[in-house]
């Protein structure tokens, strides 16, 4: 029997009771959930952007109040506009990441003191 299939039939109403697998067996329900939760995490990302370039670019507000869908295909104008809305998440995302990892590496050269991440101290800032 598979670890999935050993953790759900010892699973209890609180959850899942691995305590009867082996160590090995709990690693890999472990990196089961953690790809899992991973997942989620990412299909979450990419619909909360879908929804506001959709939003943003797609949708137009009507005389009346409301929003409505001005075609059956993307006009250029809402193609543009929704690869600019992708394009500008995507970099403010990469400098986000060069960012924490700039940090990270000052944080563990300097033994894991100081000042990080834009502090007064670090001249380059959030961006540079």
């Not at 209890?12 to 305590?19: A, E, P």
């Not at 970099?91 to 563990?108: F, P, Y």
């Amino acid at each position: 029997m598979d670890p999935i299939s050993a953790a759900a039939q010892n699973s209890s109403s609180d959850g899942i009771d691995v305590s009867s697998l082996s160590a090995s067996d709990r690693r890999e329900v472990e990196q089961f959930v953690h790809a899992q939760n991973t997942q989620v995490a990412i299909n979450k990302l990419v619909q909360d952007l879908t929804d506001t370039c959709f939003k943003k670019c797609v949708l137009k507000s009507s005389s009346f109040g409301g929003s409505t869908i001005t075609g059956a295909k993307l006009s250029g104008a809402e193609e543009s506009c929704a690869n600019n809305c992708v394009g500008m998440w995507l970099e403010s995302q990469s400098h986000i990441l060069r960012a924490l990892g700039d940090a990270a590496k000052a944080n563990m050269a300097g033994g894991g003191g100081g000042e990080s991440m834009g502090g007064e101290g670090d001249k380059k800032g959030w961006f540079s």
